[in-house]
């Protein structure tokens, strides 16, 4: 089959043939219908210091899928059967470490990542553990079914901020920030605000049903905002982002930066008093769930936010654009 593949501990990537998975153990074998690309998959791409602290090649890449099931290998009793349209989570928990125990799967001391520690979802079959696969609800566009797990992350966000009636600023209008808004808007937020110097991804923001998108905050608004969205891992919008929260307001940590970052402690974390939390991935499954009722509600339509699809053979094209910063998400079709 045909297989996007880190070949070598270097940049790039390797589009080649390679041997048809075979499910393990309680395992599902899936045909992949839509695989799309994550931020994460640029990182890995370039070789970044986190790459290679966490991949060992060579290995498929690719972790945000929609597959249809071709054969489930095991012996226990499951829901899910040949034909089924299925995505994965990504976290691969153990049930085993203390952190399993307590049902925080998403955050598992043992975890392994799919597309990441494992092979993943950019070719025509992909291997799935059985207990973290995830049955789609039908009614939902299959296309939006392989963005499930970045809009699970910013459900998840959404969730820890308590937006209802609030207003709320989204630092980064990547596609889990353009979901964070939309999520923000669908779960009761008052005024949704994004910020993001790039015109195209302010465009789609307002598609997305964003009140309000800026490309820099007017320090007028400084304190102004309830809860702070931060997904961009940018160090100066970190910095606004503490500007702009309002006292005894609520700062949610996504994005992740690719330098240290200091703060003034005393100013934002004493003076205001703030409540700051940090998203990891979804909450399993409690985020899948409420993700799928946004989507079979109406309440979001990830099709807003797809922008570009690609053969699979063309994943450098499709690299390009996503590098280009002129796209939202990007589909990649086997």
């Known amino acids: 089959m045909l297989a996007v593949l880190k070949e070598n501990p270097e940049s790039g990537v390797s589009i080649k043939k390679v041997p048809l998975p075979t499910p393990k153990k309680d395992e599902v074998l899936v045909k992949v219908v ?87 979802a950019f070719a025509e079959y992909a291997t799935i553990p059985l207990h973290t696969t995830w049955r789609n609800d039908p009614s939902i566009p299959t296309i939006a079914m392989s963005v499930q797990e970045p809009l699970g992350n910013a459900v998840n966000v959404v969730t820890k901020a308590q937006v209802k009636g609030k207003r709320v600023l989204v630092m980064g209008l990547g596609p889990t920030g353009l979901a964070a808004g939309a999520a923000a808007r669908a779960m009761g937020a008052k005024e949704v605000v994004g910020l993001n110097r790039r015109e195209y991804r302010r465009k789609l923001a307002k598609k997305m049903g964003f009140d309000r998108v800026l490309d820099v905050l007017d320090p007028d608004e400084f304190g102004k905002f309830d809860a702070v969205l931060e997904m961009s891992g940018n160090r100066m919008g970190i910095e606004v982002a503490f500007e702009a929260v309002r006292i005894a307001g609520t700062i949610i940590a996504f994005g992740i930066p690719k330098e240290s970052i200091t703060l003034d402690w005393g100013k934002y974390m004493i003076n205001k008093e703030l409540t700051i939390k940090s998203v990891f991935g979804r909450e399993i499954w409690k985020t899948w769930k409420q993700t799928t009722k946004l989507l079979v509600d109406k309440k979001v339509d990830l099709r807003k936010m797809i922008t570009h699809k690609f053969p699979l053979k063309d994943f450098e094209k499709a690299m390009h654009v996503m590098k280009s910063g002129e796209c939202g998400k990007i589909v990649l079709v086997p």
Not at 54 to 70: F, R, T
Not at 81 to 96: A, M, Q, W, Y
């Open 34 to 120: 839509y695989a799309s690309i994550c931020g994460t998959d640029v990182g890995i791409y370039d070789w970044i210091p986190w790459a290679q602290g966490h991949i060992k090649p060579p290995i498929v890449i690719g972790h945000e899928v929609v597959g249809e099931v071709v054969k489930v290998n095991t012996k226990k009793r499951t829901k899910i059967k040949p034909g089924d349209l299925v995505s994965s989570e990504t976290h691969i928990f153990c049930r085993n470490c203390f952190q399993c125990r307590k049902r925080n799967y998403h955050v598992c001391e043992n975890m392994e990542l799919f597309g990441i520690g494992r092979n993943g």
